[in-house]
């Protein structure tokens, strides 16, 4: 069954450095969303994709934040200037389309990201 | 705007007994619904949702979960638990409108006794 694949598994980083987070979504899926999950708080939106563009960003998806889908497979979540509350279990996630027979969203693994 | 209240933090109960796990939504236009489960160090596993179709949906290990408007309930619901379902719940919400962004619940922690 196809799945949503994130790399790496664990991150950790110092504080003002640059980190890459990678996710593969299924191939056929057309739109793509980064969630994160700060330790014992909730998963929060932070941007969704589509067509190579943002369609949505969260308050939290700043000028720090960046996405891109260099390829016809990866989807990426770069954080330019790591800060101390950037530590989270970041999510990638896909759905097929927006429409209510096929918007579930799937999601990878996740990436806990610590920043020191 | 969207929203999620998950009434319970933490739910305890015995094997072979009955799980409900209640969440109620806020939402402006007539939105989707889903329940995610997360096992520890997992990723995020899609249990059911509902888009307006039967309100009662059923989703994967014997789940289910019954989408009332007049209530603004999506409560989940599973007849006999089984040790394997001791996890975290998430309900979540999502409109067309908003881009379909999730707006998850603060979930719920089942924790199930021998």
């Known amino acids: 069954e196809p799945e949503v694949t994130q790399t790496p598994s664990h991150q950790v980083t110092q504080m003002g450095q640059e980190v890459i987070l990678r996710c593969v979504p299924i191939?056929?899926?057309?739109?793509f969303y980064w969630y994160r999950q700060i330790l014992g708080q909730k998963v929060e939106f932070l941007v969704s994709?589509?067509?190579?563009?943002?369609?949505?960003k969260s308050e939290i998806f700043d000028d720090q934040f960046s996405v891109e889908r260099p390829d016809g497979s990866n989807f990426t979540l770069k954080i330019r200037s790591t800060k101390l509350e950037d530590s989270a279990m970041y999510f990638c996630?896909?759905?097929?389309?927006?429409?209510?027979?096929?918007?579930?969203?799937?999601f990878g693994p996740g990436t806990r990201l610590t920043v020191l | 705007a969207q929203s999620v209240t998950q009434l319970d933090s933490h739910v305890s109960v015995s094997e072979g007994t009955p799980v409900l796990l209640r969440c109620n939504y806020s939402?402006?236009?007539?939105?989707?619904l889903f329940w995610y489960v997360q096992h520890p160090n997992k990723g995020l596993q899609l249990l059911l949702k509902?888009?307006?179709?039967?309100?009662l949906v059923k989703g994967i290990n014997g789940f289910e979960a019954e989408f009332k408007k007049s209530e603004t309930s999506f409560h989940l619901t599973k007849p006999s638990a089984h040790m394997s379902d001791a996890a975290e719940y998430f309900c979540?919400?999502?409109?067309?409108?908003?881009?379909?962004?999730?707006?998850f619940g603060g979930g719920t922690r089942v924790l199930v006794k021998p």
């Open positions: 996630a896909s759905s097929r389309s927006r429409d209510r027979a096929y918007n579930e969203q799937f």
């Open positions: 191939s056929n899926h057309l739109y």
């Open positions: 994709f589509y067509n190579n563009e943002i369609s949505e």
């Open positions: 939402s402006s236009y007539s939105p989707s």
């Open positions: 509902y888009t307006s179709a039967a309100t």
């Open positions: 979540v919400v999502s409109e067309k409108a908003a881009g379909n962004k999730l707006t």
